[in-house]
């Protein structure tokens, strides 16, 4: 039986990363050396730091990424595309071009017998004011033409400069640590989920950039998948136990 992989947080092309083009690479290599063990990789959001598609026109770069991904789907490999708060711009070309499955919100499915909920993690239960109306505008039908009306020259300018800002209010451009049960709330999110939804085995979540792996009442699982712009971390499940692992360049092989 082969693996299912999931990862999180990339943020390609971010002009806040200096070391976007070895981290592309990173990425690209992990997936080459997964490529024969999996039956399917779950890409749970925000590969992209700034992710718009024109109507003939899509985002300059990520060309070993996005070879990468389609060499996976050619040869049968399901990968899945959660869109982020930063990529969620897309509107068919990834499925088209590249053949990933992608999902607009959270989903929940059996895998290898199990069931996962899924979801990049943006605006579940999170109070900030801020933050709920700019997913709202983010996502408002609207809102998007408007953006697809400006040059792609400036609308890419204008989203890339944006994520850079909001990455770089953040010390050091990362994320704080775990605050704990009580405060973070993707776990509040989960607990009151779970009390309407018990048969779910695992919750697999992006989006906080920490590492977490969470028992739940239930003998369920939640956890959150880091990030691949410093920890490099993502979780394999084979069927029978889900691992949170770490990349290390040089001891995963194909």
């Not at 499925?95 to 979801?119: D, M, S």
């Not at 085995?201 to 998948?225: A, C, N, Q, S, V």
Request: proline letters at 4%; hydrophobic letters at 40%; aromatic letters at 14%.
């Amino acid at each position: 039986m082969k693996n299912v992989y999931f990862l999180s947080d990339a943020h390609l092309g971010s002009l806040a990363i200096p070391h976007g083009r070895t981290q592309e690479r990173r990425l690209v290599r992990f997936l080459d050396s997964i490529k024969e063990k999996a039956e399917a990789i779950y890409l749970m959001g925000d590969l992209f730091d700034f992710w718009n598609e024109y109507r003939y026109v899509v985002p300059k770069g990520y060309t070993r990424f996005l070879g990468k991904l389609s060499e996976l789907t050619d040869q049968g490999v399901e990968v899945h595309f959660f869109v982020g708060n930063h990529d969620l711009w897309t509107y068919g070309y990834l499925e088209q071009e590249c053949g990933l499955i992608v999902h607009q919100k959270p989903i929940t499915t059996e895998i290898l017998g199990k069931v996962f909920f899924l979801a990049h993690g943006d605006g579940l239960g999170d109070p900030d004011p801020l933050f709920r109306f700019l997913r709202r505008l983010f996502r408002n039908t609207f809102c998007q033409h408007l953006l697809n009306a400006l040059h792609p020259r400036w609308g890419m300018s204008l989203g890339l400069n944006w994520a850079k800002h909001s990455r770089m209010k953040r010390a050091d451009g990362k994320e704080m640590p775990y605050l704990g049960e009580e405060k973070e709330y993707l776990v509040r999110f989960t607990k009151a989920y779970m009390k309407e939804h018990q048969d779910i085995d695992f919750f697999i979540y992006g989006h906080r950039h920490i590492e977490l792996d969470l028992m739940l009442p239930h003998k369920t699982r939640m956890l959150i998948l880091g990030d691949w712009i410093w920890q490099f971390t993502y979780a394999v499940f084979d069927g029978e136990h889900l691992f949170m692992e770490q990349y290390i360049e040089g001891e995963s092989q194909p």
